[in-house]
């Protein structure tokens, strides 16, 4: 509404809403109904994409994976992630971010020298890459592993997975690189000292 340069008033004269309607919406104290939104939508000059996109956003929530997700994880074509699945959901090493009855991204930790969680998988739905999930990812994993009593985490990924998530903005620093044997890629190895949750 602001955007568009319309106060709250001039929302309501143009819109036949109430000015305490819209106060209340934004507010969320109240709902409003889609064929509001379809008007509302005409007037600031939004898609309904943007919207459908920022409630899909909301509604995602990061969990532990279970056995009950093994075929939508299987789904990704991922054959790091697929190594040991049954083990890893079963020590609780997987997580997924889901939206309804859908995953949309899949992340997967292991322990570096059995010490240092090291996240060696992250991986989304091609559709989902650029909205902000990679965040919320690495913000839950973190968190979790401070929970669990580590101080420090590290990050594990080829090169051209480096260039997709960047784990520099996450403030990680890079370690140093190797090649795998038998495979022509390199990984990048990060770390990073977590900042204890007093919550």
């Known amino acids: 509404r602001e955007k568009a340069g319309y106060s709250q008033n001039d929302l309501a004269e143009k819109s036949g809403l109430s000015q305490q309607h819209i106060s209340q919406v934004e507010l969320g104290k109240r709902n409003i109904g889609s064929d509001q939104l379809f008007m509302l939508s005409l007037l600031l000059a939004f ?12 509604m995602a929530e990061i969990i532990v994976a279970t056995e009950s997700d093994t075929q939508d994880i299987i789904a990704f074509e991922n054959e790091y992630l697929q190594e040991r699945l049954p083990e890893c959901i079963k020590e609780n ?42 965040q919320k990812m690495m913000d839950y994993w973190e968190f979790r592993m401070s929970e669990l009593g580590y101080g420090y985490v590290m990050v594990a990924m080829f090169a051209d997975q480096v260039e997709v998530y960047s784990p520099e903005k996450f403030s990680y620093q890079e370690m140093g690189s190797f090649s795998l044997p038998l495979v022509d890629e390199k990984v990048v190895v990060f770390s990073k000292k977590l900042s204890q949750h007093t919550e």
Do not use: H, Q
């Open 93 to 134: 090493r997987i997580f997924v971010l889901r939206c309804k009855d859908r995953i949309l991204g899949v992340m997967r930790y292991n322990f570096f020298l059995e010490s240092l969680p090291c996240l060696d998988v992250l991986i989304f739905d091609p559709a989902y890459t650029k909205r902000g999930y990679a």
């Open 47 to 58: 898609e309904w994409k943007e919207i459908y996109e920022r409630v899909e956003e909301e």
